[in-house]
């Protein structure tokens, strides 16, 4: 199960290139359940997420990822019928960064959006349950939260003209 707080970003970490990043490219087949495809950096992987509703401000996912190849994955991105969705993901230890205790062990995936969702900034934190990802205390460069704001949702964004 993943579960994960999302926001909007307030303003970049200062010497955000020093940080292990890739370029993504996704597209989605369906929503209900999420059928996802994405390469990212040399790699292909279908995603199958199924939303679990819960009482908390956390998104609680069920998430099953399978290896594609390149071939494979050129092969359903011609099927997907909506956009697709680009966009420069940063991996970043909060506590390295923060050096805030409560922060130790999270990680964060900034990404800037390109194309036209160009502009667009969120960053997400996994937590290892729903009571860390209830009571976490963000990071002053983390803007908004809007776990809950379907519009944020990168099948969302993929949809849209």
């Avoid at 999420?34 to 040399?42: A, E, H």
């Avoid at 909060?94 to 969120?122: C, K, M, V, W």
Wanted: proline share 5%; charged share 25%.
């Amino acid at each position: 199960m993943e579960i994960e707080r999302k926001y909007l970003v307030s303003h970049l970490p200062a010497d955000i290139d020093q940080y292990r990043h890739l370029e993504i490219e996704q597209a989605y087949l369906c929503t209900s359940p999420t059928l996802r495809i994405r390469r990212m950096g040399d790699s292909y992987i279908l995603t199958v997420k199924e939303r679990i509703v819960l009482n908390s401000s956390a998104i609680h996912n069920r998430e099953e990822e399978f290896k594609l190849n390149a071939q494979t994955y050129q092969r359903l991105l011609a099927k997907c019928d909506s956009g697709h969705v680009a966009k420069t993901r940063y991996f970043i230890d909060l506590y390295q960064l923060t050096h805030n205790p409560s922060h130790q062990g999270l990680n964060a995936e900034l990404d800037i959006f390109h194309g036209r969702h160009q502009g667009l900034q969120l960053v997400e934190v996994e937590f290892p349950d729903t009571e860390s990802a209830n009571t976490f205390i963000p990071p002053d460069w983390f803007g908004e939260d809007v776990s809950a704001d379907p519009t944020y949702r990168n099948s969302f964004l993929a949809s849209m003209p």
